[in-house]
């Protein structure tokens, strides 16, 4: 915005209008001894000194640089340059709400087109702008399933669902007459099918399964995806996208809701956030799809364009009828992920999978060679659990004095696990760094 600052005269002329004598008598109900002296031409530090001096402070800011293993939700994967040069844009960067379809024809093609990815990649027919996060995504997916069954007043959840997607997915729910049940897991890690078939009756709206879970498994939904179908239960899929590349689409497994986060594709760790939740679901269920939604239309001259379509949000209609409270949709971060799933594209993105797969596979076989050394044989994507010899507090000691972070403690999420840790492996680790992890291993037994 262009800003021309007043001069002598205008100042003159207003505090003439406005009877007093100076500007200083605009603040003379403020103590003096509050008021800060006008500074003097001399005052301070130029521009070039200022800027020094603010590198000078950040030179005093040092971390330790650690090899980092964590996942459960939050991958560090390599984030292409393309990324930031496009989200960096003003017209991106700094866009409002699309409201004016005439005027917002660059985010709602954008956004549009991060739909149909997240369409092709999870074989569904539909999907929304996004929501916040893998954990709300999994809550308003499960608010959805009890519109779509408003008779039905049971929830089952895997219980080796990401404890955070569980709490937040409580938290929605509370207040409403609907149970939330937990389906437990064998100690392979993956669902108990005995235990579902037991829990599934008429009442139950919808099973959540998250396949890769949390422990890194891959569940078996060819069995689960009937067994629920066969009470009229809604089936959701939560699933690392990536995965997709590798395994059968939430679409090929018959799910109806497929969500998670988009995170692994270009989105850096960034502490936690901001993220970008994915929702798709079959046709039938586009009516229930909360959030915001962009549709393809022509204008009056017939050339292509994009609107906001299906508007089911509380600020637009009857609150008692609205789909969703979220008025809103992660766009920058969902133009980021997007960005980065057609730069690798539909042939890079398998290949990013099976790199992923591959590199996990190879620090799995090989701690599995190191006496004393645990883990899961069960199907995993691109990370697993592993237990090490001695105590939790040992190993970490251990590793974090070779500069590696080496898993996550899978005691503070499940006391019955406690000694397991969630390693998870991406294609930023290169076989240098996963042979050092094992030497550092090897020194555990």
């Known amino acids: 915005m262009d800003f021309i600052s007043n001069q002598e005269p205008q100042i003159q002329e207003m505090l003439k209008d406005l009877g007093i004598r100076n500007v200083e008598n605009l603040f003379q109900d403020i103590p003096e001894e509050l ?13 070039y000194e200022g800027a020094k001096w603010v590198e000078f402070l950040a030179s005093q800011n040092t971390y330790p640089s650690f090899e980092n293993y964590l996942g459960a939700g939050a991958y560090e994967h390599y984030v292409p340059a393309i990324v930031s040069a496009i989200c960096g844009k003003s017209e991106f960067l700094t866009s409002y709400t699309p409201y004016q379809a005439e005027a ?12 149909s990815v997240i ?25 959805m399933a009890m519109r779509c069954q408003k008779e039905r007043s049971k929830i089952l959840l895997g219980f080796s669902l990401h404890p955070h997607y569980r709490a937040v997915i409580k938290q929605y729910v509370h207040g409403h007459d609907v149970q939330i049940l937990e389906i437990p897991f064998l100690p392979s890690g993956e669902i108990d099918p005995d235990k579902l078939h037991e829990m599934l009756d008429e009442q139950v709206a919808a099973v959540l399964i998250q396949s890769p879970n949390f422990f890194g498994v891959v569940e078996n ?21 990536l995965a997709y590349g590798l395994f059968a689409s939430a679409g090929e497994n018959g799910v109806d809701i497929a969500v998670g986060d988009s995170q692994p594709f270009g989105l850096s760790l960034n502490f936690g956030g901001p993220y970008a939740g994915y929702m798709a679901c079959h046709q039938s269920l586009v009516r229930q799809l909360p959030g915001r939604i962009v549709g393809e239309t022509v204008d009056t001259g017939g050339k292509r364009g994009f609107v906001l379509t299906l508007q089911a949000r509380e600020q637009h209609i009857r609150r008692e009828k609205a789909t969703s409270n979220i008025c809103t949709n992660q766009a920058l971060a969902a133009l980021g992920s997007l960005i980065a799933m057609l730069w690798y594209g539909k042939e890079g993105i398998p290949q990013l999978a099976l790199t992923n797969f591959q590199r996990t596979s190879y620090l799995k076989k090989h701690l599995e060679n190191i006496e004393g050394v645990e883990t899961f044989n069960t199907p995993f994507f691109n990370e ?9 507090q040992r190993t970490q000691t251990l590793f974090r004095n070779a500069k590696i972070e080496p898993g996550l403690d899978m005691g503070k999420f499940y006391p019955e696990m406690q000694g397991w840790m969630l390693v998870a492996v991406t294609e930023t680790k290169s076989k240098a760094q996963l042979d050092h992890y094992l030497t550092i291993a090897g020194r555990s037994v």
């Open 35 to 47: 008021r800060l002296a006008r500074p003097t031409i001399d005052d301070g530090m130029s521009e």
């Open 104 to 115: 917002s024809q660059g985010m709602l093609q954008a956004i549009f087109e991060f739909q």
């Open 119 to 143: 369409c092709a990649l999870t074989g569904m027919d539909v999907s929304n702008a996004s929501v916040y996060d893998g954990a709300s995504a999994c809550a308003e997916a499960v608010l």
């Open 221 to 241: 939904m060819q069995k689960i995806v009937p067994q629920a179908k066969k009470v009229g239960a809604l089936v959701i899929q939560c699933a690392n996208p």
């Open 384 to 392: 697993f659990l592993v237990r090490f010899p001695g105590n939790m």
